[in-house]
């Protein structure tokens, strides 16, 4: 089953605003780690794709934190 989830970058010097997007992928558990490092690898490409980044360009803004929460079906 396919499921929605939000991966946001933050800024650790607050100099930036966050940055997010949402993918969908099968269903995993957040709690195991490395469900959630795959989570955020596809979330983190497909931010530095729409923006033309690289990872470069993450640590020269400090995009250095990444939270990821399952993005809730509203009606």
Same mark, same amino acid.
């Given at each position: ?21 949402? /993918?969908? !992928? ?8 490395? $469900?959630? &490092?795959?989570? %955020?690898? /596809?979330? !983190? ?8 980044? $690289?990872? &470069?360009?993450? %640590? ?16």
């Amino acid at each position: 089953m396919e499921k929605k989830y939000q991966v946001t970058l933050f800024c650790t010097t607050k100099q930036y605003r966050p940055v997010s997007t949402i /993918i969908e !992928i099968e269903e995993v558990n957040l709690d195991n780690i490395t $469900d959630r &490092k795959k989570v %955020q690898e /596809i979330g !983190i490409r497909k931010i530095c794709g729409k923006r033309y980044w $690289d990872m &470069k360009d993450l %640590q020269r803004y400090h995009y250095t934190k990444v939270k990821v929460r399952e993005k809730i079906e509203e009606s």
